[in-house]
């Protein structure tokens, strides 16, 4: 099993930059993948970016470009740099992870772009 906690969300003006981090309860570089999801008011679920065992990563249309989804395995985190924010990007941000074929999820950090 794996617990994830997810930290550094907040109010960020258009245009700003923000950085999410997820510390994960196990050596993240047993684990296949790890991703970030987020959620807008109204909105289903849906996936940002991911990156696999090896550095290989995907990311949304949405938001290529723009974030930068990392691992750091000294500290057993994943991390999302969010630069250029929008007033869309607004969402409940989630942090996955994909473990010997289970899912597990963090209890999300609050993203707000506003001015």
């Known amino acids: 099993q794996v617990q994830l906690v997810e930290s550094g969300g907040g109010l960020v003006h258009p245009g700003g930059s923000l950085g999410l981090s997820c510390a994960a309860s196990k050596n993240i570089s047993s684990i296949y993948a790890l991703g970030w999801y987020r959620q807008a008011p109204g909105k289903q679920r849906e996936l940002v970016a991911t990156?696999?065992?090896?550095?290989?990563?995907h990311y949304a249309d949405s938001v290529k470009d723009r974030f930068t989804i990392s691992r750091d395995a000294s500290k057993n985190t994943v991390n999302l740099q969010m630069n250029s924010l929008k007033p869309e990007d607004t969402a409940v941000y989630y942090c996955e992870a994909d473990d010997d074929g289970m899912d597990y999820w963090g209890k999300g950090t609050l993203v707000t772009v506003s001015s």
């Open positions: 990156i696999r065992t090896g550095g290989r990563t």
